[in-house]
């Protein structure tokens, strides 16, 4: 092989090294926005939206849960889902196990799930009282708005969370770290303090940039001005190393919670958090991580009102899949509210069974080709 053929090679191969992030987003399609919707037991619930731009967004279901929180969680009702694309073939999402209508401080842990399409979840609630008996988390009085990243360093999915207890040792919120067991059904030993600014902090996010660096969102909860700020840094564990940032992040003066940042297919930084005494969400754009433009508000009304949530991009199979699971789901909803008088004999005779098989199909591993024979027997079903 000669010098010039290695030469083309090394350049080619040097370019695309360079690239690789648009290389990588171009199996991905459209964005997956998970949320729950309001304070209510009934909006305590896991959603789901997509979109193609990551700006609009359309409700799948038609707005209503995907995933039933009286199935996952101890105090029957989430909030503050997040999702993880894992490295492993998995989504992982973790939510806040919590009813607000019985306190703010009532939470007493939260939910582990992970997915390998979006739609069956293996799910396992964290009591930390009990999980932790004997010590200060025996004492908590919430465990709010975990979140996960992969710990490349460690080779380990990490759970990060706001943990304040009525003993003492935790009098603020401060935020906490623990890593996830093999299967993602419970923790390896306990948390550990990830940052501690002598003040409340909640609802922490972290994206890692371009040059490997850590971008730590949080909100001061405690502070007179409270508001999204930012430490930078090279370790996520050697938190008196990092550098917090000068200013807030938001492009408000509405008060603000639930930061969530991603990135778009074109390389740009989206910064979005919940407006939440205004009830809307909002969308910042940036190109540096550091400096975020508001860009635009979701609607006060609607069937899309999301509160605190994050999102990830997914590939065309995962959004057909959702869209074939949507029209499912539909059927369903549909076949099951129908009135006598609007069917025929036949369908009066078989709905039961129809339904069933519904049931038990959406209760199955999810695909493509399950729900096309699946659509094409409703559609035979209902032509009779």
Known sequence: MGNGFKRICAVVLAAMLSTGFALAK???????????TGNSIEQEQICYATSVDGWNYKPLNN?????????????KAVRDPHILRGEDGWFYQVATDMACSQGWSSNRGLVLMRSRNLIN??????????????????????VWAPQTIYDKEKGKYMVYFSVMTNDGNCPYDRVYYVY???????????????????????????VMDDDGLYHIFFKTEGQKKKGIRQFVAKSLLNSEEWTLLDGYCQ????????????????????????????HHYQFCESTDLKTFKQVTNTKTSGRFTPRHGTVITITQPELDLLRAWERILAYEKDLRERAIPTLSLY???????????????????????????????IKLFLSK
């Open 63 to 75: 707005g209503h849960p995907v995933i039933a929180s009286d199935t996952i969680a101890h105090k």
């Open 347 to 377: 369908q009066i005779q078989n709905r039961k069974e129809m339904l069933e098989e519904i049931h038990e199909t959406l209760k199955r591993d999810a695909s493509l080709k399950a729900y096309a024979a699946l659509e094409q027997k």
């Open 121 to 142: 979840w293996e799910h396992h609630a964290i009591n930390f009282p009990s999980r932790y008996k004997g010590t200060m988390f025996q004492h908590v009085t919430r």
């Open 251 to 278: 492009d408000t003066k509405e008060q603000v919670e639930g930061s969530g940042v991603f990135r778009l297919f074109d390389g740009t930084w989206v910064l979005m958090y919940d407006c939440y005494m205004n």
């Open 180 to 206: 996830a067991n093999e299967d993602f059904s419970d923790f390896e030993g306990e948390p550990q303090v990830l940052f501690d600014i002598g003040d409340a902090c909640i609802d922490t996010d972290i």
């Open 26 to 36: 171009d199996k991905y399609v459209a964005y997956l926005f998970t949320y729950f």
